[in-house]
Protein backbone atom coordinates (compact mmCIF):
# COMPACT_ATOMS: atom_id res chain seq x y z
CA UNK A 1 0.00 0.00 0.00
CA UNK A 2 1.17 3.31 -1.21
CA UNK A 3 2.02 6.02 1.58
CA UNK A 4 -0.71 8.16 -0.75
CA UNK A 5 -3.24 5.32 -0.13
CA UNK A 6 -2.51 5.18 3.38
CA UNK A 7 -3.47 8.71 3.23
CA UNK A 8 -6.35 8.84 1.69
CA UNK A 9 -7.90 5.92 3.80
CA UNK A 10 -7.16 7.68 7.10
CA UNK A 11 -9.25 10.83 5.71
CA UNK A 12 -12.13 8.44 4.57
CA UNK A 13 -12.24 7.11 7.89
CA UNK A 14 -12.13 10.56 10.01
CA UNK A 15 -14.82 12.25 7.33
CA UNK A 16 -16.78 8.95 8.04
CA UNK A 17 -16.31 9.31 12.04
CA UNK A 18 -17.03 12.38 12.04
CA UNK A 19 -20.41 11.92 10.14
CA UNK A 20 -21.28 8.89 12.74
CA UNK A 21 -20.86 11.36 15.26
CA UNK A 22 -22.58 14.10 14.43
CA UNK A 23 -25.54 11.89 14.25
CA UNK A 24 -24.91 10.17 17.48
CA UNK A 25 -24.59 13.62 19.13
CA UNK A 26 -28.26 14.45 17.68
CA UNK A 27 -29.45 11.88 18.93
CA UNK A 28 -28.37 12.44 22.42
CA UNK A 29 -29.86 15.91 22.20
CA UNK A 30 -33.11 14.67 21.27
CA UNK A 31 -33.27 11.91 23.53
CA UNK A 32 -35.93 13.58 25.30
CA UNK A 33 -38.01 14.77 22.11
CA UNK A 34 -40.69 12.39 22.37
CA UNK A 35 -41.34 13.04 18.30
CA UNK A 36 -37.39 12.46 17.57
CA UNK A 37 -37.08 8.86 16.24
CA UNK A 38 -33.44 7.70 16.04
CA UNK A 39 -31.02 8.24 13.22
CA UNK A 40 -28.62 5.56 12.36
CA UNK A 41 -25.29 6.53 10.56
CA UNK A 42 -24.36 3.00 8.37
CA UNK A 43 -20.96 3.10 7.15
CA UNK A 44 -20.32 1.00 3.63
CA UNK A 45 -17.34 0.29 1.39
CA UNK A 46 -17.50 1.86 -1.85
CA UNK A 47 -13.46 1.60 -3.16
CA UNK A 48 -11.03 0.07 -1.04
CA UNK A 49 -9.99 2.30 1.36
CA UNK A 50 -12.94 4.52 0.39
CA UNK A 51 -16.26 4.86 2.84
CA UNK A 52 -19.54 6.87 2.78
CA UNK A 53 -22.17 6.98 5.71
CA UNK A 54 -25.49 6.48 4.86
CA UNK A 55 -27.87 7.59 7.71
CA UNK A 56 -31.38 5.74 8.08
CA UNK A 57 -34.21 7.05 10.83
CA UNK A 58 -35.58 4.52 13.09
CA UNK A 59 -39.13 3.38 12.24
CA UNK A 60 -42.00 0.57 13.34
CA UNK A 61 -45.27 1.27 11.32
CA UNK A 62 -47.16 -1.07 13.40
CA UNK A 63 -46.53 0.31 16.57
CA UNK A 64 -46.94 3.58 14.92
CA UNK A 65 -50.13 2.96 14.05
CA UNK A 66 -51.03 1.17 17.27
CA UNK A 67 -50.20 4.44 18.97
CA UNK A 68 -52.15 6.43 16.54
CA UNK A 69 -54.86 4.47 17.46
CA UNK A 70 -54.98 4.17 20.97
CA UNK A 71 -54.11 8.16 21.22
CA UNK A 72 -57.89 8.48 19.41
CA UNK A 73 -59.88 6.23 21.82
CA UNK A 74 -57.96 8.12 25.00
CA UNK A 75 -58.65 11.45 23.61
CA UNK A 76 -62.68 10.18 23.18
CA UNK A 77 -63.15 8.70 26.53
CA UNK A 78 -61.25 11.08 28.34
CA UNK A 79 -63.15 14.17 26.68
CA UNK A 80 -66.03 11.75 27.63
CA UNK A 81 -65.25 11.53 31.08
CA UNK A 82 -64.14 15.15 31.86
CA UNK A 83 -67.72 16.49 30.68
CA UNK A 84 -69.74 14.28 33.04
CA UNK A 85 -67.41 15.25 35.55
CA UNK A 86 -68.56 18.83 34.87
CA UNK A 87 -72.29 18.15 34.20
CA UNK A 88 -72.77 15.87 37.30
CA UNK A 89 -72.09 19.07 39.68
CA UNK A 90 -73.65 21.42 37.75
CA UNK A 91 -76.80 20.07 37.74
CA UNK A 92 -76.58 17.94 40.79
CA UNK A 93 -74.18 20.06 43.01
CA UNK A 94 -71.47 18.47 45.15
CA UNK A 95 -72.61 15.57 46.68
CA UNK A 96 -76.36 15.84 44.32
CA UNK A 97 -77.01 18.48 47.58
CA UNK A 98 -78.95 20.60 44.57
CA UNK A 99 -80.52 17.96 42.88
CA UNK A 100 -84.04 17.46 42.02
CA UNK A 101 -84.18 14.18 43.83
CA UNK A 102 -82.86 15.86 47.41
CA UNK A 103 -85.26 18.41 46.74
CA UNK A 104 -88.12 16.14 46.71
CA UNK A 105 -86.99 14.01 49.73
CA UNK A 106 -86.91 17.20 51.67
CA UNK A 107 -90.88 18.17 49.97
CA UNK A 108 -91.80 14.97 51.16
CA UNK A 109 -90.45 15.33 54.54
CA UNK A 110 -92.06 18.83 54.89
CA UNK A 111 -95.62 17.25 53.44
CA UNK A 112 -95.40 14.69 56.22
CA UNK A 113 -95.35 17.02 59.02
CA UNK A 114 -97.75 19.45 57.58
CA UNK A 115 -100.06 16.17 57.27
CA UNK A 116 -99.32 15.77 61.77
CA UNK A 117 -100.96 19.25 61.81
CA UNK A 118 -102.65 20.84 59.18
CA UNK A 119 -104.06 23.35 61.10
CA UNK A 120 -100.54 24.85 61.33
CA UNK A 121 -100.16 27.30 58.61
CA UNK A 122 -96.54 28.13 59.00
CA UNK A 123 -95.96 24.42 57.95
CA UNK A 124 -98.14 25.01 55.06
CA UNK A 125 -95.87 27.54 53.92
CA UNK A 126 -93.04 25.51 54.68
CA UNK A 127 -94.51 22.91 51.98
CA UNK A 128 -94.41 25.70 49.35
CA UNK A 129 -90.91 26.73 50.29
CA UNK A 130 -90.27 22.81 49.94
CA UNK A 131 -91.93 23.25 46.36
CA UNK A 132 -90.03 25.68 45.22
CA UNK A 133 -86.76 24.65 45.80
CA UNK A 134 -87.72 21.54 43.91
CA UNK A 135 -88.99 23.90 41.23
CA UNK A 136 -86.01 25.69 41.49
CA UNK A 137 -83.66 22.67 41.13
CA UNK A 138 -85.29 21.49 38.14
CA UNK A 139 -85.39 25.48 36.35
CA UNK A 140 -81.81 25.84 37.30
CA UNK A 141 -80.45 22.08 36.16
CA UNK A 142 -82.39 22.59 32.86
CA UNK A 143 -80.66 25.58 32.44
CA UNK A 144 -77.43 24.12 33.56
CA UNK A 145 -77.62 21.28 30.82
CA UNK A 146 -78.74 23.79 28.40
CA UNK A 147 -75.74 25.98 29.15
CA UNK A 148 -73.13 22.62 28.96
CA UNK A 149 -74.62 22.21 25.56
CA UNK A 150 -74.06 25.39 24.30
CA UNK A 151 -70.51 25.89 26.21
CA UNK A 152 -69.63 21.60 24.34
CA UNK A 153 -70.63 23.38 21.09
CA UNK A 154 -67.86 25.96 21.50
CA UNK A 155 -65.71 23.16 22.34
CA UNK A 156 -66.52 21.13 19.21
CA UNK A 157 -65.92 24.56 17.31
CA UNK A 158 -62.39 24.72 18.50
CA UNK A 159 -61.30 21.22 18.11
CA UNK A 160 -62.49 21.40 14.18
CA UNK A 161 -60.64 24.56 13.75
CA UNK A 162 -57.54 23.23 15.28
CA UNK A 163 -57.80 19.87 13.00
CA UNK A 164 -58.12 22.19 9.91
CA UNK A 165 -54.99 24.10 11.29
CA UNK A 166 -53.23 20.43 11.90
CA UNK A 167 -53.97 19.79 8.22
CA UNK A 168 -52.73 22.61 6.61
CA UNK A 169 -49.64 21.92 8.38
CA UNK A 170 -49.40 18.16 7.55
CA UNK A 171 -49.36 19.63 3.85
CA UNK A 172 -46.42 21.69 4.32
CA UNK A 173 -44.76 18.51 5.96
CA UNK A 174 -45.94 16.35 3.36
CA UNK A 175 -44.58 18.78 0.96
CA UNK A 176 -41.48 18.69 2.04
CA UNK A 177 -40.75 14.70 2.68
CA UNK A 178 -41.89 14.39 -0.88
CA UNK A 179 -39.73 16.97 -2.09
CA UNK A 180 -36.39 15.65 0.08
CA UNK A 181 -37.23 12.33 -0.85
CA UNK A 182 -37.59 13.31 -4.83
CA UNK A 183 -34.23 15.02 -4.59
CA UNK A 184 -32.73 12.02 -2.46
CA UNK A 185 -31.91 14.09 0.81
CA UNK A 186 -31.77 13.25 4.51
CA UNK A 187 -35.82 13.58 4.73
CA UNK A 188 -35.82 12.24 8.76
CA UNK A 189 -36.78 15.67 10.18
CA UNK A 190 -39.50 16.54 7.72
CA UNK A 191 -40.56 12.59 8.44
CA UNK A 192 -40.31 13.54 12.55
CA UNK A 193 -42.74 16.66 11.90
CA UNK A 194 -45.27 14.81 9.80
CA UNK A 195 -45.51 11.77 12.36
CA UNK A 196 -45.91 14.55 15.32
CA UNK A 197 -49.10 16.17 13.53
CA UNK A 198 -50.43 12.55 12.54
CA UNK A 199 -50.22 12.43 16.56
CA UNK A 200 -52.31 15.41 17.32
CA UNK A 201 -54.12 14.82 14.49
CA UNK A 202 -55.16 11.60 15.70
CA UNK A 203 -56.00 13.25 19.34
CA UNK A 204 -59.22 14.60 17.29
CA UNK A 205 -59.86 11.97 14.85
CA UNK A 206 -59.36 8.60 14.24
CA UNK A 207 -56.62 8.06 11.40
CA UNK A 208 -55.53 5.16 9.00
CA UNK A 209 -52.80 6.28 6.73
CA UNK A 210 -51.01 4.93 3.60
CA UNK A 211 -47.96 5.61 2.03
CA UNK A 212 -47.75 6.40 -2.40
CA UNK A 213 -44.54 6.95 -4.28
CA UNK A 214 -42.11 9.65 -3.01
CA UNK A 215 -43.28 9.04 0.46
CA UNK A 216 -46.59 10.82 -0.49
CA UNK A 217 -49.37 9.84 2.51
CA UNK A 218 -52.60 10.01 2.58
CA UNK A 219 -54.58 9.88 5.41
CA UNK A 220 -58.18 8.85 6.30
CA UNK A 221 -60.60 9.16 9.42
CA UNK A 222 -61.67 5.44 10.87
CA UNK A 223 -64.64 5.04 8.91
CA UNK A 224 -63.07 5.09 5.38
CA UNK A 225 -63.67 9.03 5.11
CA UNK A 226 -60.68 10.61 3.25
CA UNK A 227 -58.96 13.19 5.56
CA UNK A 228 -55.79 14.18 3.66
CA UNK A 229 -54.94 13.33 0.02
CA UNK A 230 -52.38 15.96 -1.53
CA UNK A 231 -54.50 18.87 0.04
CA UNK A 232 -56.43 18.72 3.12
CA UNK A 233 -60.37 18.02 3.21
CA UNK A 234 -62.92 20.54 4.20
CA UNK A 235 -63.58 19.67 7.78
CA UNK A 236 -66.70 22.04 8.40
CA UNK A 237 -69.40 23.04 11.76
CA UNK A 238 -71.55 25.72 12.25
CA UNK A 239 -71.78 26.41 15.95
CA UNK A 240 -74.60 27.38 18.02
CA UNK A 241 -75.67 30.50 19.74
CA UNK A 242 -77.76 29.09 22.69
CA UNK A 243 -79.80 25.50 22.75
CA UNK A 244 -83.33 24.75 24.08
CA UNK A 245 -84.34 21.42 25.08
CA UNK A 246 -85.38 18.56 22.71
CA UNK A 247 -82.92 20.65 19.99
CA UNK A 248 -80.75 18.57 17.96
CA UNK A 249 -77.20 19.81 17.64
CA UNK A 250 -75.31 20.63 14.17
CA UNK A 251 -73.14 17.82 13.07
CA UNK A 252 -69.25 17.97 12.09
CA UNK A 253 -68.69 17.34 8.51
CA UNK A 254 -65.30 16.18 7.14
CA UNK A 255 -65.84 16.01 3.15
CA UNK A 256 -69.44 16.39 3.55
CA UNK A 257 -69.60 13.26 5.37
CA UNK A 258 -70.88 13.16 9.32
CA UNK A 259 -68.79 12.19 11.43
CA UNK A 260 -70.50 9.96 14.31
CA UNK A 261 -71.00 10.47 18.05
CA UNK A 262 -69.96 7.99 20.36
CA UNK A 263 -72.09 5.72 22.65
CA UNK A 264 -72.23 3.89 26.03
CA UNK A 265 -70.23 4.42 29.22
CA UNK A 266 -67.09 2.61 28.14
CA UNK A 267 -67.81 5.00 24.80
CA UNK A 268 -67.23 3.73 21.05
CA UNK A 269 -65.91 7.81 20.12
CA UNK A 270 -62.56 7.54 18.87
CA UNK A 271 -60.81 11.36 19.12
CA UNK A 272 -62.08 14.68 20.96
CA UNK A 273 -64.25 15.45 18.65
CA UNK A 274 -66.92 12.03 18.55
CA UNK A 275 -66.34 12.43 22.12
CA UNK A 276 -67.94 15.60 22.27
CA UNK A 277 -70.74 15.34 20.31
CA UNK A 278 -71.47 12.19 22.47
CA UNK A 279 -71.79 14.53 25.54
CA UNK A 280 -73.82 17.48 23.61
CA UNK A 281 -76.32 15.15 21.99
CA UNK A 282 -76.16 12.01 23.72
CA UNK A 283 -75.36 12.18 27.88
CA UNK A 284 -76.63 15.73 28.40
CA UNK A 285 -79.93 14.96 26.02
CA UNK A 286 -80.40 12.52 28.32
CA UNK A 287 -80.25 14.00 31.57
CA UNK A 288 -82.38 16.55 30.26
CA UNK A 289 -84.90 14.38 29.30
CA UNK A 290 -85.20 12.82 32.64
CA UNK A 291 -85.51 16.02 34.09
CA UNK A 292 -88.17 16.83 32.19
CA UNK A 293 -89.91 13.59 33.21
CA UNK A 294 -89.55 14.09 36.44
CA UNK A 295 -91.30 17.79 36.19
CA UNK A 296 -94.48 15.87 34.48
CA UNK A 297 -94.31 13.14 37.44
CA UNK A 298 -94.41 15.92 39.34
CA UNK A 299 -97.09 17.63 38.07
CA UNK A 300 -99.34 14.73 38.07
CA UNK A 301 -98.39 13.27 41.29
CA UNK A 302 -99.92 16.57 42.79
CA UNK A 303 -102.81 17.72 39.90
CA UNK A 304 -106.02 18.44 41.63
CA UNK A 305 -109.03 15.68 41.24
CA UNK A 306 -112.92 15.71 40.81
CA UNK A 307 -115.66 13.81 39.90
CA UNK A 308 -116.99 13.80 36.47
CA UNK A 309 -114.02 16.61 35.94
CA UNK A 310 -110.44 16.12 34.15
CA UNK A 311 -107.82 16.23 36.31
CA UNK A 312 -106.04 19.69 36.36
CA UNK A 313 -102.84 20.81 37.85
CA UNK A 314 -102.54 21.86 41.32
CA UNK A 315 -99.21 22.32 43.46
CA UNK A 316 -97.21 22.26 40.33
CA UNK A 317 -98.19 23.93 37.21
CA UNK A 318 -96.82 24.09 33.77
CA UNK A 319 -97.95 25.93 30.38
CA UNK A 320 -100.28 23.56 29.15
CA UNK A 321 -102.43 24.36 32.84
CA UNK A 322 -104.87 23.61 33.93
CA UNK A 323 -104.53 20.15 31.62
CA UNK A 324 -102.17 18.02 33.31
CA UNK A 325 -99.58 16.15 30.46
CA UNK A 326 -100.12 12.90 29.04
CA UNK A 327 -99.17 9.92 30.97
CA UNK A 328 -96.21 8.61 29.70
CA UNK A 329 -94.83 10.71 27.22
CA UNK A 330 -92.17 13.12 27.17
CA UNK A 331 -92.57 16.89 27.48
CA UNK A 332 -89.18 18.45 26.09
CA UNK A 333 -88.36 21.32 28.56
CA UNK A 334 -90.73 21.03 30.79
CA UNK A 335 -88.18 21.01 33.55
CA UNK A 336 -87.04 24.78 32.87
CA UNK A 337 -90.98 25.92 32.65
CA UNK A 338 -92.45 23.80 35.88
CA UNK A 339 -93.25 26.75 38.45
CA UNK A 340 -95.16 26.95 41.76
CA UNK A 341 -99.58 27.24 41.39
CA UNK A 342 -99.70 31.06 42.53
CA UNK A 343 -103.17 30.27 43.92
CA UNK A 344 -101.37 28.23 46.53
CA UNK A 345 -98.03 30.54 46.69
CA UNK A 346 -98.20 32.74 49.48
CA UNK A 347 -95.58 35.23 48.10
CA UNK A 348 -97.70 35.61 44.62
CA UNK A 349 -101.00 36.44 47.26
CA UNK A 350 -101.75 32.61 47.10
CA UNK A 351 -103.20 30.71 49.92
CA UNK A 352 -101.26 27.66 51.12
CA UNK A 353 -103.97 25.63 53.01
CA UNK A 354 -105.66 25.33 48.94
CA UNK A 355 -102.98 22.38 48.74
CA UNK A 356 -104.75 20.59 52.32
CA UNK A 357 -108.35 21.03 51.24
CA UNK A 358 -108.13 21.45 47.46
CA UNK A 359 -109.52 23.82 44.77
CA UNK A 360 -106.93 26.04 43.18
CA UNK A 361 -109.21 25.27 40.01
CA UNK A 362 -112.40 26.18 41.70
CA UNK A 363 -114.82 24.99 43.71
CA UNK A 364 -115.36 21.22 41.91
CA UNK A 365 -112.09 20.42 43.21
CA UNK A 366 -112.38 21.40 46.80
CA UNK A 367 -111.99 18.19 48.50
CA UNK A 368 -112.53 19.22 52.24
CA UNK A 369 -115.92 20.73 52.26
CA UNK A 370 -116.81 20.53 55.79
CA UNK A 371 -114.52 23.36 56.99
CA UNK A 372 -112.02 21.01 59.13
CA UNK A 373 -108.54 20.98 58.96
CA UNK A 374 -108.40 17.33 57.59
CA UNK A 375 -105.07 15.43 56.36
CA UNK A 376 -106.57 13.28 53.79
CA UNK A 377 -105.36 15.25 50.73
CA UNK A 378 -101.52 15.67 51.89
CA UNK A 379 -101.72 11.98 52.81
CA UNK A 380 -102.53 11.19 49.12
CA UNK A 381 -100.26 13.51 47.60
CA UNK A 382 -97.27 11.97 49.92
CA UNK A 383 -98.44 8.54 48.33
CA UNK A 384 -98.74 9.81 44.52
CA UNK A 385 -94.94 10.63 45.03
CA UNK A 386 -94.28 7.01 46.01
CA UNK A 387 -96.87 5.28 43.54
CA UNK A 388 -96.15 3.83 40.58
CA UNK A 389 -96.27 5.89 37.30
CA UNK A 390 -95.13 5.37 33.44
CA UNK A 391 -92.29 7.35 32.45
CA UNK A 392 -91.13 7.63 28.55
CA UNK A 393 -88.87 4.68 27.92
CA UNK A 394 -86.64 7.22 25.75
CA UNK A 395 -85.26 9.10 28.68
CA UNK A 396 -82.83 6.23 29.27
CA UNK A 397 -84.26 4.98 32.56
CA UNK A 398 -86.96 2.52 34.16
CA UNK A 399 -90.54 3.07 32.53
CA UNK A 400 -92.50 2.47 35.69
CA UNK A 401 -91.29 3.60 39.37
CA UNK A 402 -92.39 6.52 41.01
CA UNK A 403 -91.32 10.10 40.97
CA UNK A 404 -89.24 10.26 43.94
CA UNK A 405 -87.52 6.71 42.71
CA UNK A 406 -87.30 8.12 39.24
CA UNK A 407 -85.52 11.09 39.81
CA UNK A 408 -83.17 8.93 42.01
CA UNK A 409 -82.90 6.57 39.21
CA UNK A 410 -81.84 9.61 37.16
CA UNK A 411 -78.85 10.47 39.65
CA UNK A 412 -78.13 6.70 39.50
CA UNK A 413 -78.26 6.47 35.91
CA UNK A 414 -75.33 9.21 35.77
CA UNK A 415 -73.25 7.56 37.94
CA UNK A 416 -73.18 4.61 36.68
CA UNK A 417 -72.32 5.53 33.09
CA UNK A 418 -69.90 8.35 34.35
CA UNK A 419 -68.36 5.35 36.63
CA UNK A 420 -67.79 3.38 32.85
CA UNK A 421 -66.52 6.43 31.82
CA UNK A 422 -63.62 6.65 34.68
CA UNK A 423 -62.66 3.01 34.02
CA UNK A 424 -62.66 3.12 30.13
CA UNK A 425 -60.56 6.36 30.80
CA UNK A 426 -57.85 4.87 33.01
CA UNK A 427 -57.81 1.71 31.20
CA UNK A 428 -57.20 3.28 27.70
CA UNK A 429 -55.31 6.12 28.99
CA UNK A 430 -52.64 3.26 30.33
CA UNK A 431 -52.96 1.55 26.93
CA UNK A 432 -52.07 5.14 25.09
CA UNK A 433 -48.95 5.65 27.91
CA UNK A 434 -48.00 1.71 27.04
CA UNK A 435 -47.93 1.86 23.14
CA UNK A 436 -46.15 5.29 23.33
CA UNK A 437 -43.42 3.35 25.49
CA UNK A 438 -43.30 0.41 22.98
CA UNK A 439 -42.87 2.63 20.13
CA UNK A 440 -40.01 4.78 21.87
CA UNK A 441 -38.39 1.49 22.71
CA UNK A 442 -38.56 0.57 19.18
CA UNK A 443 -37.51 3.98 17.70
CA UNK A 444 -36.48 6.41 20.12
CA UNK A 445 -32.74 6.68 22.07
CA UNK A 446 -30.99 5.10 24.41
CA UNK A 447 -28.51 7.66 25.68
CA UNK A 448 -26.41 4.47 27.05
CA UNK A 449 -26.31 3.15 24.10
CA UNK A 450 -25.89 6.05 21.78
CA UNK A 451 -23.05 7.17 24.94
CA UNK A 452 -21.24 3.44 24.49
CA UNK A 453 -21.59 4.20 20.18
CA UNK A 454 -19.66 7.63 20.80
CA UNK A 455 -16.49 5.61 23.10
CA UNK A 456 -16.65 3.59 19.91
CA UNK A 457 -16.28 6.22 17.76
CA UNK A 458 -13.61 8.01 19.56
CA UNK A 459 -11.60 5.05 19.67
CA UNK A 460 -11.93 4.82 15.59
CA UNK A 461 -10.92 8.74 15.49
CA UNK A 462 -7.93 8.17 17.61
CA UNK A 463 -6.97 5.10 15.26
CA UNK A 464 -7.37 7.10 12.00
CA UNK A 465 -5.36 9.78 13.59
CA UNK A 466 -2.69 7.96 14.69
CA UNK A 467 -2.47 6.31 10.95
CA UNK A 468 -2.17 9.86 9.87
CA UNK A 469 0.32 10.65 11.98
CA UNK A 470 2.43 7.29 11.07
CA UNK A 471 1.79 7.98 7.36
CA UNK A 472 3.30 11.85 8.16
CA UNK A 473 6.02 10.62 9.84
CA UNK A 474 7.38 7.79 7.30
CA UNK A 475 6.73 10.96 4.70
CA UNK A 476 8.88 13.62 6.52
CA UNK A 477 11.33 11.11 6.73
CA UNK A 478 11.27 9.65 3.28
CA UNK A 479 11.54 13.52 2.02
CA UNK A 480 14.65 14.00 4.65
CA UNK A 481 16.48 10.94 3.04
CA UNK A 482 16.09 12.18 -0.59
CA UNK A 483 16.41 15.97 0.08
Known sequence: MSLSSALSIAQSALLATSRQTSVVTRNVADADNPNYSRRIALVTSTTPGARSVDVQRAANDLLFRQNLGALSAYAGQNALYGGMDQLDVSVNGVDNASSPSTAIANLQQALQLYATSPSNQNLGSSVIDAAKQVVRSLNEGSKAIQDFRTQTDGQIDTAVKDLNSLLNQFQDANTAVMSGTRSGTDVSDALDQRDALLKKIANYIPVSTFTRGDNDMVITTGDGTTLFETIPRAVSFAPSTGYAAGAAGNAVYIDNVPVSAGSGGNTT???????????????????????DETARGLITAFAETAPSMPNAAGLFTWSGA???????????????????NAAMDPSAGGNPTLLRDGGANGAAYVANTGGASYSNLLVAYGDQLDKPMTFDPSAGISATSSVADYAANSIGWLQGVRQQASTAADAKEALAQRSADALSNATGVNVDQEMSLMLDLEHTYQASARMMKTVDDMMTALLNAVG
Open 269 to 291: ASGTIAGLLQLRDGVASTMQSQL
Open 322 to 340: PAVPAAGTLVDGLAGTIKI
